[in-house]
């Protein structure tokens, strides 16, 4: 890790230590957990959109159209089967958001990542925001019908048995296609996203009340959220953790911008550390 970016990470624990009270907004995407084995979308080489291409998909985001996925639903399996909540462990990042929580310095984490990892590392649902949605639901694409979780499961579970299965999930009133709730390219967020991103801005107007924002292993290029950072009030200090500078912090950065720029686990380690959190984090890890 370089020197630049520890004395960042260091700053903005020092930043913590002398506002006890401030809380903080986290914005996280998939590189937060490509430690935990779950490849993120765009990363070189290893990103899930370079092994999609051998799926002879016309362009590598069709896997999230909705318009691709009711004529061609088998690469959205193969991508579901890669990212499927239950076979992956919180990273340390996650963990160290846990401690967030149990030392009462948590606002909210909004997260573009469908893997569930948040909830799995104890984070309590009041303060999570799962922007591009999760697994936990399915719905048909077709007359919008609920299903339970484990209507889309067991079908990703014969497609993994046999990948040329031919049977998707569908559903029992229409015969549509039953789709998880995850959010497509050109489908709505949850309403909860807007409203709780309108009120946690709010909370910027305030010096008493006023977060500090740390954007983390997203490159900011999925609209609406890329904007999150962009809305984030010029009194409130915001800083970015992750391998590359990436959306706002490098189109229009501020001088007040904090910028670690490395692994989100090894950031989270001299965070914790100069928070006086390594035994808390050591804690955790050992029970996950
Ligand atoms: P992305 O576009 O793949 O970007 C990931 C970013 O994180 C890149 O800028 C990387 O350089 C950076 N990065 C990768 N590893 C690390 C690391 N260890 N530490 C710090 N930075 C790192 O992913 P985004 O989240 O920005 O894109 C939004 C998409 C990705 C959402 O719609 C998600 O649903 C989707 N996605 C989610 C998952 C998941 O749930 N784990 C996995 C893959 C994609």
Not at 163 to 186: E, M, Q, T
Request: charged share 25%.
């Amino acid at each position: 890790m370089k020197n630049n970016s520890i004395e960042a990470a260091k700053k903005l624990a020092k930043l913590l230590q002398e506002n006890p009270k401030q809380k903080v907004i986290f914005l996280v995407g998939a590189g937060i957990s490509t430690s935990c084995g779950i490849p993120d979308f765009r990363s070189p080489e290893t990103g899930l959109y370079h092994n999609l291409s051998k799926l002879n998909l016309p362009y590598a985001e069709a896997v999230f159209d909705i318009d691709f996925f009711e004529e061609k639903p088998r690469p959205f399996y193969l991508l579901a089967s890669e990212l499927y909540p239950g076979k992956f462990k919180p990273s340390r990042f996650h963990l160290l958001l846990k401690l967030f929580q149990d030392n009462k310095r948590l606002q909210r984490i909004y997260t573009q990542n469908i893997d569930t990892l948040e909830r799995q590392a104890g984070i309590s649902q009041e303060y999570i925001i799962e922007a591009h949605g999760s697994f936990a639901e399915n719905h048909c694409i077709n007359c919008k019908k609920i299903f339970k979780m484990d209507v889309f499961k067991e079908h990703l579970n014969k497609y993994q048995k046999d990948p040329s299965d031919k049977n998707f999930a569908r559903c029992n009133s229409c015969n549509g296609l039953i789709k998880p709730n995850i959010v497509f390219f050109g489908e709505d967020l949850p309403k909860k996203f807007f409203t709780t991103w309108d009120s946690d801005l709010e909370t910027m107007s305030e010096k008493e009340t006023r977060p500090i924002v740390i954007v983390v292993g997203t490159s900011l290029t999925v609209y609406p959220f890329a904007n999150l950072p962009t809305d984030v009030q010029k009194d409130t200090t915001r800083a970015l953790i992750s391998r590359e500078i990436v959306g706002d912090f490098k189109v229009s950065p501020r001088k007040t911008d904090i910028i670690i720029e490395t692994n989100s686990d090894d950031a989270a380690d001299i965070i914790a550390r100069e928070l006086g959190w390594s035994k808390q984090l050591n804690n955790l890890i050992k029970e996950h």
